[in-house]
């Protein structure tokens, strides 16, 4: 137990020293001390509480969810059947229900068996996403049941929050907390975020991207009256001129959506040197768009975005490199967010911001100090109780405290995890809770003097037999913080992430360390007695 060869005298100490050092830069950023920019600088995050930043609450509307998937079925319903070359007419899918009509009579039990594979169970419920019947011999309805809807959007808002995130973690910004609250909410919390404005256009933009043949045989007096011809549909300008028309009839079916997309960036036109978007699709998007414009040549194509037009380019060529450019009056910051909007992903449903608050960064600012106190506090009496109690191993001791609370800070920097408030809490139990281990080495070797043992086998068997009950000890606060950190979320997590820290160098530096000097001293020394 007292016997360390050099190497590992040496890998023991530069690993102490590394995480020790790790620490400064966060030491300093609460000063106005600076570092050269050249030499690494890893820092611990605050979080929301402590840096302040911004708070927002989305909302789905779940009823957008159940039209989708009524457009969805209407479209795969007419794929479907085309292929299956049966004809059908007098379509609706209004009031929440898709209907139509079976031309030939005597085709109804084929339409229900090509139909039937559309639909499927709803989740363990043990019911089907979509009910189908029969009316007046030759009419289908279908109705999506209650569970398949609560099943849809579920799946929507977990899609949801992973494009939240994915946008977010665009910004640069660290360790967001995007949570789901209730059946169709979100939370967002973004700390050092004082403007929230960025992060609610970002986040309310679904970014749902479409590209569609114009219907050059719509009238320009009927699109003025919201009139589009069978199989079109009117969709407004994104921002219309004066003297132009404010929308234009596109086809409803038949375009290419947006998320077959693999990147997105934001660039300047060569020619006009405004901002503009370039989008590049994968295999099957691309060989779909080089499709679209081979067939279509010369005609026109709208670049629809969250079901508003940015533009109707004509198609003089086909594009077949399976990339495009989306211009549309940009600024180089609405060019950047779309950028990412699009390569985050659309939003499966819209969201919007219900609740929305600031937290400045004061409060944080009088925790920290606080906490830095109740830690210094702390750190003085355990101190002062162990140097009066064990002498020189009470040097040891509080020389072990002061690396734990240094390589505390230094991980969490590598690593860059979030400090929270709950932080601080557990960051002050550690430093508490550190000196336990040395208490129960010391009495152990005391025990073992008063039975007549000698020094160095003293020593050896105190540390032996103590660090089995540290281990054992700190064995059930990792277990119940790992716990905390699978199954908890934002203060909690950033407690339980202090805490197994925190356990793990206090062993390390109470233990470890502790023996490691404890052995040379007594190697260079050879005391006849201990002053325990």
Request: glycine share 10%; net charge neutral; hydrophobic share 45%.
């Amino acid at each position: 137990m007292l016997e360390f060869p050099r190497w590992k005298v040496i890998w023991l100490w530069a690993l102490t020293l590394v995480c020790a050092l790790a620490a400064v830069p966060s030491l300093t950023s609460m000063t106005n001390i600076q570092l050269p920019a050249s030499l690494p600088q890893p820092r611990v995050n605050l979080g929301l509480d402590l840096a302040g930043g911004s708070h927002i609450l989305l909302e789905a509307d779940p009823s957008q969810v159940r039209q989708q998937r009524i457009e969805g079925m209407d479209e795969s319903v007419r794929g479907k059947l085309k292929t299956a070359q049966i004809r059908i007419s007098d379509i609706s899918n209004n009031n929440g229900v898709l209907t139509f009509l079976v031309e030939d009579v005597t085709k109804v039990d084929a339409v229900r068996e090509a139909i039937l594979p559309l639909t499927n169970g709803a989740g363990l419920t043990g019911k089907r996403d979509w009910t189908i019947t029969v009316v007046d011999g030759n009419r289908f309805v279908l109705t999506p049941t209650q569970e398949g809807v609560d099943q849809a959007v579920s799946q929507a808002m977990d899609t949801a929050v992973e494009v939240v995130r994915k946008r977010i973690d665009a910004l640069g910004t660290k360790e967001p907390t995007i949570i789901r609250q209730g059946a169709n909410r979100i939370v967002v919390q973004v700390p050092g975020l004082q403007d929230p404005q960025q992060l609610k256009n970002l986040l309310g933009q679904t970014a749902k991207l479409e590209f569609k043949l114009v219907d050059t045989t719509a009238l320009p007096s009927d699109v003025a009256r919201g009139i589009a011809p069978v199989g079109s549909e009117i969709v407004p300008y994104a921002d219309a001129r004066e003297g132009t028309a404010p929308a234009i009839a596109v086809k409803r079916l038949g375009g290419i959506r947006g998320d077959e997309l693999t990147n997105a960036q934001q660039t300047n036109n060569q020619q006009t040197n405004e901002p503009v978007v370039n989008i590049t699709f994968n295999t099957e998007g691309g060989a779909k768009f080089a499709k679209l414009t081979t067939q279509n040549v010369g005609k026109p194509f709208a670049i629809i975005l969250d079901g508003k037009v940015l533009s109707a380019p004509n198609i003089n060529e086909p594009i077949l490199g399976g990339s495009a450019v989306i211009s549309g009056r940009f600024t180089t910051e609405s060019a950047n967010a779309l950028a990412i909007s699009l390569r985050s992903g659309a939003l499966p449903v819209d969201l919007k911001v219900v609740e929305e608050r600031t937290v400045g960064p004061d409060l944080g600012a009088d925790s920290i100090r606080k906490g830095m106190i109740a830690m210094g506090v702390g750190t003085l009496a355990l101190a002062v109780f162990i140097l009066v109690t064990y002498g020189r191993f009470g040097v040891y001791a509080c020389l072990a405290l002061v690396l734990n609370v240094l390589m505390i800070l230094g991980i969490m920097g590598i690593v860059g995890t979030t400090l929270t408030l709950p932080g601080i809490a557990g960051f002050v139990l550690t430093i508490g809770a550190a000196v336990d281990a040395n208490v129960l080495i010391n009495e152990r070797i005391r025990e073992e003097r008063h039975r007549g043992r000698r020094v160095v086998a003293a020593v050896e068997m105190g540390y032996k037999e103590a660090s089995r009950a540290i281990f054992d000890a700190n064995i059930t606060n990792v277990i119940a913080a790992a716990l905390m950190f699978a199954f908890g979320s934002g203060p909690v997590k950033g407690f339980a992430v202090v805490l197994l820290i925190g356990i793990a160098t206090s062993v390390f530096t109470a233990v470890t360390l502790t023996r490691l000097w404890v052995a040379q001293w007594l190697r260079r020394a050879r005391p006849a007695d201990l002053n325990l």
